[in-house]
C-alpha cells in the first residue's frame, strides 16, 4: 500500500485491498472513500468487500466512483462534503490515486491558494496542472471562452520584464505585447542598499508601474496563478486565460521571510531590519544613525539570492557610518554567513577583506540563520561546518540586518516550467526555456547559473528579445548571453568594489583598468552607482535603449569548404 498524505486529513493511494484494513485501522486513518468504480480492473476487490472489512474495523466508508478522466464539477462537491462529513483522518483511493487528488484539489479550490494545492499534490506525486484551470475557477469547469490572446506575453513587470517589452518593441513596434503584473509599484531594487545607508530617499527607488509600462503594449493588472504550456496559455488568479504565441516569463524570485522562525512578527521593530524591503531599507538606516554601542549582525542565506553583494554592502555602509561617527570602537560586527566565502568570485576578495579589518567585523561561515526572538533580541544560528555534526548558536543583538531565504515563486515551482529545483529551465546561452521552444525567461527566476542582479536583467532583455524576433522570422537563435552580472559593492561612503563577471567567475569589466579598476575600491564606481546607474535603468533600459547591453552574436560556425 502507498499512502501519500495531502493534507492534515486526507491521504490517497492507489487501489487498495481487503487485506490492507488492518493496516490502515491500525495507522489511525477512521474513514475511506472509494473513489474507482466497480468492475474497473480484472482482479480489483468491489467497495462492498472494502466496506464489510472496513465496518468490521470500525472505520467508516463513502463510495463516490469516477470514470477515469472524468471528474465532473458535482463530483468535486460530493468529495468535499463527503470530507467534512467523514471522522478525519481519511484514505481516498482510486486505481492511481490521481482521481482522488483531483477531487481534493477540485473541493478545495476555494478554501487554499491554486499554489498550495499544485505543490502538495505535486508533493504526492500527482500533477494537477490539467485541473490548473479549474482550479483557479473555485473548483468549477470554466464557461468563458473569450480568452484574450498576443503575440506575446510577459510575466511579471519588473526589471527584466519591462526591458525585455521595451527591446522587443524597438525591434518590431507592431507585435501585440501584453505585461502581466498585479503590481502597482515597480522598484528599482538595486537603490534599497543606498537608503538602508541613508544616501537615496526611499521614493527615488520607486515608481507606477503605469508610467513604465512601454505605450503599445497592454498592461493586464493581475497574477499569474499557472501555466499550460500545451495550450500556450497562462491562467490568471480568478481563472482569466491568457493565450500567446510567444512567452517570457520574469517574475523575480520569492523571499521567504516565514522561513525563519519569528521573524516576521519582529521585522521592522526591536533593531530587526532588512534592504530587502522598501519599507524596511529606511529602518536600517534610522538604526544605523542611532547605534552608539553593542552588536550589529548581519546575515546571509544559502544561495542563490538576488545581489550576493548586498548583505555584505549593508554591513560596510553601516561600519563606515559608525567609523566616521566615532562609535566604530564600541560596536561589535559580525557578518553570519551560511555559505563558506566572502564572495564567490575570488578576485574581489583582498579589496573586501581590507574593509572587514578596517570595521574589525568577525566573519563567521556556515551560520544559517533559523529563527529570532526580537523582543529578547536573539538570534540563533545553524552552525553547518563541513564534516563536522550541525550545531546551534544563539547570538545576543542590539541589531540585526536580515537577507531573507530566497526561492522560485511558489507558482513557478509546481508549474511544467520548473527544474528540480524549482527555477524556469532555460538554455543558459539563448535563454530559450529547455522543453517549450516558444516560452523564453530572464531575471532571477530562470536557473542560468549567473549573479541574480538588474545588471544581468539589463544584458538578458536585448538577448531574449533577438532571439524571440528571429524564431518569429522562422531562424534559429541569434544571440547569446554571457551569464554577465554585476555587484557594485559598496565598501564606504564614497567608494565601491565593482564586482562584474560572467558564467564561472570569468571577469567581464565594462571599463578599460586604467579609467576603473573593479577589484579595488574607487571613487569612479561609487559616481557609476549614485549618480549613473539610476538614469540607465529609469531611462535607457526600461526603455530599450540598450547601453552596455549589446546583444551577443551566437557564432556561426561553417562548414569547411569542399576539396576541389
Ligand atoms: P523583479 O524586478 O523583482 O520583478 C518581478 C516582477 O514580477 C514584479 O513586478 C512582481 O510584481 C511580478 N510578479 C511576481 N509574481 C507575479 C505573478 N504571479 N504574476 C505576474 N507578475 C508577478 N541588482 C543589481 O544589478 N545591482 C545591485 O546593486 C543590486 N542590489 C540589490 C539590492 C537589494 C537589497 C535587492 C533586493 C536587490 C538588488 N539587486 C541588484 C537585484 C535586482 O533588483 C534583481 O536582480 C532584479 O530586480 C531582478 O529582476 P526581475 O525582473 O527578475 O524581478
Same mark, same amino acid.
Given at each position: 500500500?502507498?499512502?501519500?498524505?495531502?493534507?492534515?486529513?486526507?491521504?490517497?493511494?492507489?487501489?487498495?485491498?481487503?487485506?490492507?484494513?488492518?493496516?490502515?485501522? !491500525?495507522?489511525?486513518?477512521?474513514?475511506?472513500?472509494?473513489?474507482?468504480?466497480?468492475?474497473?480492473?480484472?482482479?480489483?476487490?468491489?467497495?462492498?468487500?472494502?466496506?464489510?472489512?472496513?465496518?468490521?474495523?470500525?472505520?467508516?466508508?463513502?463510495?463516490?466512483?469516477?470514470?477515469?478522466?472524468?471528474?465532473?464539477?458535482?463530483?468535486?462537491?460530493?468529495?468535499?462534503?463527503?470530507?467534512?462529513?467523514?471522522?478525519?483522518?481519511?484514505?481516498?483511493?482510486?486505481?492511481?490515486? &490521481?482521481?482522488?487528488?483531483?477531487?481534493?484539489?477540485?473541493?478545495?479550490?476555494?478554501?487554499?491558494?491554486?499554489?498550495?494545492?499544485?505543490?502538495?499534490?505535486?508533493?504526492?506525486?500527482?500533477?494537477?496542472?490539467?485541473?490548473?484551470?479549474?482550479?483557479?475557477?473555485?473548483?468549477?469547469?470554466? &464557461?468563458?471562452?473569450?480568452?484574450?490572446?498576443?503575440?506575446?506575453?510577459?510575466?511579471?513587470?519588473?526589471?527584466?520584464?519591462?526591458?525585455?517589452?521595451?527591446?522587443?518593441?524597438?525591434?518590431?513596434?507592431?507585435?501585440?505585447?501584453?505585461?502581466?503584473?498585479?503590481?502597482?509599484?515597480?522598484?528599482?531594487?538595486?537603490?534599497? &542598499?543606498?537608503?538602508?545607508?541613508?544616501?537615496?530617499?526611499?521614493?527615488?527607488?520607486?515608481?507606477?508601474?503605469?508610467? %513604465?509600462?512601454?505605450?503599445?503594449?497592454?498592461?493586464?493588472?493581475?497574477?499569474?496563478?499557472?501555466?499550460?504550456?500545451?495550450?500556450?496559455?497562462? $491562467?490568471?488568479?480568478?481563472?482569466?486565460?491568457?493565450?500567446?504565441?510567444?512567452?517570457?516569463?520574469?517574475?523575480?524570485?520569492?523571499?521567504?521571510?516565514?522561513? $525563519?522562525?519569528?521573524?516576521?512578527?519582529?521585522?521592522?521593530?526591536?533593531?530587526?531590519?532588512?534592504?530587502?524591503?522598501?519599507?524596511?531599507?529606511?529602518?536600517?538606516?534610522?538604526?544605523?544613525?542611532?547605534?552608539?554601542?553593542?552588536?550589529?549582525?548581519?546575515?546571509?542565506?544559502?544561495?542563490?539570492?538576488?545581489?550576493?553583494?548586498?548583505?555584505?554592502?549593508?554591513?560596510?555602509?553601516?561600519?563606515?557610518?559608525?567609523?566616521?561617527?566615532?562609535? %566604530?570602537?564600541?560596536?561589535?560586527?559580525?557578518?553570519?554567513?551560511?555559505?563558506?566565502?566572502?564572495?564567490?568570485?575570488?578576485?574581489?576578495?583582498?579589496?573586501?577583506?581590507?574593509?572587514?579589518?578596517?570595521?574589525?567585523?568577525?566573519?563567521?561561515?556556515?551560520?544559517?540563520?533559523?529563527?529570532?526572538?526580537?523582543?529578547?533580541?536573539?538570534?540563533?544560528?545553524?552552525?553547518?561546518?563541513?564534516?563536522?555534526?550541525?550545531?546551534?548558536?544563539?547570538?545576543?543583538?542590539?541589531?540585526?540586518?536580515?537577507?531573507?531565504?530566497?526561492?522560485?515563486?511558489?507558482? $513557478?515551482?509546481?508549474?511544467?516550467? !520548473?527544474?528540480?529545483?524549482?527555477?524556469?529551465?532555460?538554455?543558459?546561452?539563448?535563454?530559450?526555456?529547455?522543453?517549450?521552444?516558444?516560452?523564453?525567461?530572464?531575471?532571477?527566476?530562470?536557473?542560468?547559473?549567473?549573479?541574480?542582479?538588474?545588471?544581468?536583467?539589463?544584458?538578458?532583455?536585448?538577448?531574449?528579445?533577438?532571439?524571440?524576433?528571429?524564431?518569429?522570422?522562422?531562424?534559429?537563435?541569434?544571440?547569446?548571453?554571457?551569464?554577465?552580472?554585476?555587484?557594485?559593492?559598496?565598501?564606504?561612503?564614497?567608494?565601491?568594489?565593482?564586482?562584474?563577471?560572467?558564467?564561472?567567475?570569468?571577469?567581464?569589466?565594462?571599463?578599460?583598468?586604467?579609467?576603473?579598476?573593479?577589484?579595488?575600491?574607487?571613487?569612479?564606481?561609487?559616481?557609476?552607482?549614485?549618480?549613473?546607474?539610476?538614469? $540607465?535603468?529609469?531611462? !535607457?533600459?526600461?526603455?530599450?535603449?540598450?547601453?552596455?547591453?549589446?546583444?551577443?552574436?551566437?557564432?556561426?560556425?561553417?562548414?569547411?569548404?569542399?576539396?576541389?
Amino acid at each position: 500500500m502507498e499512502l501519500k498524505k495531502i493534507s492534515g486529513n486526507l491521504t490517497v493511494s492507489p487501489q487498495i485491498s481487503v487485506s490492507d484494513i488492518a493496516a490502515l485501522k !491500525a495507522g489511525g486513518f477512521r474513514s475511506i472513500i472509494c473513489n474507482r468504480p466497480d468492475g474497473e480492473g480484472a482482479d480489483q476487490p468491489t467497495f462492498d468487500e472494502i466496506e464489510a472489512a472496513a465496518k468490521a474495523a470500525g472505520i467508516e466508508t463513502r463510495y463516490i466512483p469516477i470514470k477515469s478522466g472524468m471528474v465532473r464539477d458535482e463530483d468535486a462537491e460530493d468529495f468535499g462534503k463527503a470530507l467534512d462529513e467523514l471522522p478525519a483522518p481519511t484514505l481516498a483511493y482510486c486505481r492511481s490515486g &490521481t482521481r482522488s487528488a483531483t477531487l481534493w484539489s477540485l473541493s478545495q479550490a476555494r478554501k487554499l491558494p491554486i499554489a498550495h494545492i499544485l505543490a502538495v499534490t505535486k508533493g504526492a506525486g500527482y500533477d494537477m496542472n490539467g485541473v490548473a484551470r479549474r482550479i483557479a475557477n473555485g473548483g468549477k469547469t470554466p &464557461t468563458d471562452v473569450g480568452d484574450a490572446k498576443y503575440d506575446i506575453v510577459i510575466v511579471g513587470g519588473g526589471a527584466g520584464g519591462i526591458a525585455v517589452a521595451s527591446s522587443l518593441r524597438v525591434r518590431s513596434p507592431d507585435l501585440e505585447i501584453a505585461i502581466i503584473d498585479p503590481a502597482d509599484i515597480h522598484y528599482y531594487q538595486p537603490g534599497w &542598499t543606498m537608503v538602508g545607508g541613508g544616501i537615496f530617499e526611499p521614493q527615488q527607488t520607486a515608481k507606477t508601474m503605469g508610467s %513604465l509600462i512601454p505605450t503599445g503594449v497592454k498592461w493586464i493588472k493581475a497574477a499569474v496563478a499557472a501555466f499550460e504550456p500545451d495550450n500556450d496559455a497562462v $491562467i490568471l488568479d480568478g481563472c482569466r486565460v491568457v493565450k500567446y504565441n510567444r512567452l517570457v516569463v520574469a517574475p523575480g524570485l520569492k523571499l521567504d521571510w516565514g522561513a $525563519i522562525e519569528g521573524l516576521e512578527e519582529t521585522l521592522g521593530r526591536n533593531g530587526v531590519t532588512s534592504n530587502y524591503r522598501y519599507d524596511l531599507a529606511p529602518y536600517t538606516w534610522e538604526l544605523v544613525s542611532e547605534m552608539r554601542e553593542g552588536r550589529a549582525i548581519f546575515t546571509q542565506p544559502p544561495m542563490p539570492i538576488k545581489c550576493a553583494g548586498a548583505p555584505q554592502k549593508a554591513m560596510y555602509l553601516s561600519g563606515d557610518a559608525w567609523f566616521r561617527r566615532g562609535v %566604530l570602537h564600541n560596536i561589535d560586527i559580525q557578518f553570519n554567513n551560511a555559505g563558506g566565502v566572502l564572495f564567490g568570485v575570488k578576485d574581489y576578495v583582498p579589496a573586501l577583506m581590507e574593509y572587514v579589518a578596517k570595521y574589525d567585523a568577525t566573519l563567521n561561515f556556515f551560520h544559517n540563520l533559523i529563527s529570532i526572538d526580537g523582543v529578547a533580541k536573539k538570534a540563533t544560528f545553524k552552525v553547518a561546518k563541513p564534516d563536522t555534526e550541525p550545531t546551534t548558536v544563539t547570538m545576543d543583538f542590539d541589531m540585526i540586518h536580515v537577507c531573507p531565504p530566497q526561492t522560485a515563486p511558489d507558482f $513557478i515551482r509546481v508549474s511544467p516550467l !520548473a527544474d528540480a529545483a524549482g527555477w524556469v529551465d532555460v538554455d543558459q546561452a539563448t535563454l530559450r526555456h529547455k522543453t517549450y521552444a516558444n516560452i523564453w525567461s530572464l531575471g532571477d527566476v530562470m536557473n542560468a547559473p549567473n549573479a541574480k542582479t538588474a545588471a544581468a536583467a539589463r544584458k538578458q532583455a536585448p538577448t531574449v528579445a533577438e532571439n524571440i524576433i528571429a524564431d518569429i522570422r522562422g531562424g534559429s537563435a541569434v544571440a547569446q548571453y554571457d551569464g554577465y552580472g554585476s555587484c557594485p559593492l559598496t565598501v564606504e561612503r564614497g567608494k565601491i568594489v565593482l564586482a562584474e563577471f560572467g558564467y564561472g567567475g570569468v571577469l567581464k569589466p565594462s571599463f578599460p583598468k586604467a579609467i576603473l579598476d573593479g577589484t579595488r575600491p574607487s571613487r569612479a564606481a561609487w559616481f557609476l552607482k549614485e549618480k549613473m546607474l539610476p538614469p $540607465i535603468y529609469w531611462k !535607457a533600459m526600461l526603455r530599450g535603449k540598450e547601453w552596455l547591453a549589446k546583444p551577443e552574436p551566437i557564432a556561426v560556425t561553417r562548414p569547411a569548404p569542399a576539396a576541389e
